[in-house]
């Protein structure tokens, strides 16, 4: 038998092994299901107004914030930047929120501009999102709970409850919000349709997507 180099033996199985890889890729780049496309009734920008009530986070007060989402590349992923002022100084946010299809919940994460960062697991139920956070300080657990409505397409009303230790649930914030420019990628079709007929529930356990008031105020 001829001295065939060791190499040259390995190529038959690299290309099987390259044709294998390519029978498992998929036939053409995967497409956002129903629960990202739920996402796009928060597009664009947004103006609120955020009311916060005394509380074991904050001394209680107001904030304006302008807040612009569009989608990530791929669509799967919603990023928003926002601009805050009112009793916490000037602070600008960073937002992310996808859907976790393992967990079947919103991943909703947020850092800031004075060293923040948080994340919250979300639902959608029947035209209401529901999203939960749970942080430590000082030797207590603190869990938010936020929740969001849009009474139109171009509105949108957050309320923001506290239980600390596992107590009872406290409000604490509520914000309301107009969006004043549509993005790009606008409500016409699909996203229209979510706030017409809502879909049938992603969850049934239990923001605007905008949660930085309540990162502020830690």
Known sequence: MPNIPRALLFLPLLAMSANLLLAQSPASPLQPGPESRQLAVFLGTWRDEAVFQPSPISPGGRMNLTQTCDWFSGGFSLVCHTDTSGFMGDIKT?????????????????????GYAESAMGTYNAGVWTFVRESKNAGKTFKIRSTIKLPTVDSALM????????????????????????????????????????????????????????????
């Open 94 to 114: 960073l937002t992310i929120i996808t859907y976790d299809s393992d967990a079947k919940q919103y991943t909703h994460f947020e850092l800031n501009s004075v």
């Open 159 to 218: 309320t923001s409850e506290i239980s600390v230790d596992g107590g009872p649930w406290s409000p604490i914030m509520e914000l309301k919000g107009n969006r004043t420019k549509q993005s790009a990628a606008t409500l016409n079709g699909p996203a229209q349709r979510l706030l017409d007929k809502p879909v049938t529930p992603l969850s049934t356990t239990g923001s605007r997507l905008n949660l930085s008031p309540l990162l502020l105020s830690k």
